[in-house]
């Protein structure tokens, strides 16, 4: 695993997972999002962010995609600098905890595919 997050920087295609802020108090809906940005000096291709291409855990559970674009099944040329984001809204917790939003993406370039993840804090109010 450590070799592979070593590698992240190295791929033309990077992946980040951003939320709305840092610490969210229970029973409050987390809100994130997923972007892939074009680090290579060239156009590439790449699949829709949808169920099909995109896995995520949230908090060690597979992530329920809802509201999938159905227009969105055909790869498209990200250019070079450019960015493609999918902002996704999950439950609730009910008790303060630590989680963690992991989230890989269906691609490889020499056997590595682009992954991220985020550490959120779930506290009372």
């Known amino acids: 695993q450590i070799l592979s997050e070593y590698q992240q920087q190295f791929l ?7 939320a709305e802020k840092e610490i969210y ?3 409050e809906e987390i809100v994130f999002t997923v972007t892939l940005t074009n680090t290579s000096s ?6 829709p962010l949808n169920s099909t291409n995109l ?3 949230y908090d060690n559970t597979m992530f329920p995609f809802s509201m999938e674009n159905p227009l969105a099944k055909q790869t498209s040329a990200l250019e070079s600098g450019r960015s493609l984001s999918k902002t996704f809204h999950g439950d609730a917790f009910q008790f303060s905890r630590d989680i963690e939003i992991y989230a890989s ?3 490889t370039f020499d056997g590595v595919k682009p992954f991220s993840r985020i550490r959120l804090k779930i506290i009372k109010p």
């Open 12 to 18: 033309p295609l990077q992946m980040s997972i951003s």
């Open 25 to 27: 108090k229970t029973d």
């Open 42 to 47: 060239a156009s590439l291709l790449v699949k």
């Open 55 to 57: 896995y995520i855990l």
């Open 105 to 107: 993406y269906n691609m």
